[in-house]
């Protein structure tokens, strides 16, 4: 083995890659991993845990759950590579469910107040307004 | 429950009496679990890692499976019972390389071991022996059902149980079973099996895991994808796979009787003579020898009751339970000896290999085999 010190130019000259920048994604997600997720805004950081696309080339791995979003244009193609389809058909926790029930019902009631608001039904439309307070209640509890 | 009661007391799954026990030693099914919006473990600092540990691990402590577990921080456990948790399958060794901010809770019998702070926030996994994934997945799936109404999930409508890394997301799922296959590998035919295994989205791995050698003919497979498929269907499609695996091993070993019994002879007798007699030995020769004795039970060259101890020994052979068990750090050279001593005391007693058994075994073989698919 023979081992050479080189210089940042050098090393560019001589087709030597920045071994920081070394694609732990390409090796633990397959090759084009790492190129995948920069398609989004390469100066994008997790507004959560502060993580980067940098970090992730680095890793092969996410900072937090809001990381799926905050990166979601380059994980979409990534998963449906990597994966059978691309959404989740299998078990989900009740909480999720209860909160997607909540949101339905609170779509529901704010569409019949804007009607009774526009047909001037003024009484129908505080009983409506006192529901989906009680519902934001909830809501908040269950959080 | 502490470490010495750990160690006294095999798994359960150890004792293998599941479905097709003989080539299926154990079914595993793990979930990936993370808490919203906290960062996870391998992007949080110490501190935000302890805080996550300080509210999960007493929701885990409290679960009626968990009364009397074991539990303990990664900092408290030495190396060595680290390594002693690995070769049994208790923890990753992912998960042994850990320490502040990261624990281990298993309950007494040694079926449900949750890995806190590992990749994930939480790594929940159940151990059944035999093939019983199904029941496998049960147990686990009753443990995260419990705890989500007290933890708060990451989880999008869209894609399912967010992990750390993308390979996990959707369900957060990996069954695995772990198969003896010296049959396959006798005849040549492993490679192609696991090929044909490959191409259809399944992994196939070594004893430890990703990036690990097969060692004593000891094969996992697992599923590779967890987004757009529901938990059961991966399941299913898993323990079809492994049904046709079984039922090639259990050809190749019928071929291998038929055409060549001296060569199958030859290996038992030799495996036999090593370690009845050898003085050093190092783990991978001992679990290659021990398979080949394994099947030798199988095909009734020993008698079924040595099945147990030869099961033990795959266990105890192992560089950690060497160690711990005769209470000293070892180097390799007085682990091969060390290593060589047990196999040959507990031999002594082994009658030697009869092949005069083996015609009447075959011939209601079919009967003997387990019929419950779970």
Known sequence: MQKVNLCDACSKEKGVQDPTGFALADLLLGIGAAEEIEKGAPSQRCPVCGFTQADFKKSGRLGCSACYETFAEGLGGLLKAMHKGTEHIGKFPQRAYREMELGDRMRALNEDLEKAVAAENYESAAALRDQIKRLEHEKSVQR | MKFSNVMATGGEWLRGDGPHHQIVISSRVRLARNLRERAFPGHAKKAERTQILELIKPRIEELPEMQDSFSELLQDLSALEKQVLVERHLISREHAAKSVGSAVIMNRRQTISIMVNEEDHLRMQSMRSGLQLK????????????????????????????????????????????????????????????????????????????????????????????????????????????????????????????????????????????????????????????????????????????????????????????????????????????????????????????????????????????????
């Open chain 2, 135 to 374: 029941s496998a997945f049960k147990l686990v799936d009753k443990i995260d059902s419990t705890l989500e109404a007290k933890l708060d999930f990451a989880y999008d409508p869209r894609l399912g149980y967010l992990t750390a890394c993308p390979t996990n997301v959707g369900t957060g799922m990996r069954a695995s079973a772990m198969l003896h296959l010296p049959g396959l590998v006798l005849s040549d035919m492993i490679n192609q099996v696991i090929q044909a295994v490959n191409k259809i989205g399944l992994a196939v791995r070594g004893l430890y895991g990703e990036g690990t050698e097969a060692m004593g003919n000891l094969f996992q497979i697992s599923n590779q994808t967890t987004l757009g498929e529901k938990e059961d269907e991966i399941i299913t499609r898993l323990s079809k796979v492994i049904e046709t695996i079984i039922e090639k091993e259990h050809d190749a070993r019928q071929t291998l009787l038929q055409n060549k019994p001296n060569t199958l002879w030859d290996q038992i007798g030799r495996a036999y003579g090593v370690l009845t007699f050898a003085h050093a030995m190092t783990s991978k020769e001992a679990l290659n020898l021990l398979s080949v004795i394994k099947l030798g039970v199988d095909l009734g060259v020993f008698p079924e009751d040595r099945r147990l101890p030869i099961d033990e020994l795959f266990i105890d052979t192992q560089p950690a339970h060497l160690q711990k068990s005769s209470q000293q750090k070892l180097n390799a050279e007085e682990r091969d000896h060390l290593r060589a001593e047990i196999i040959r005391e507990r031999l002594r007693v082994f009658p030697k290999p009869d092949i005069s058994k083996v015609a009447q075994e075959s011939e209601n073989e079919s009967s003997s085999e387990p019929q419950d698919n779970e």
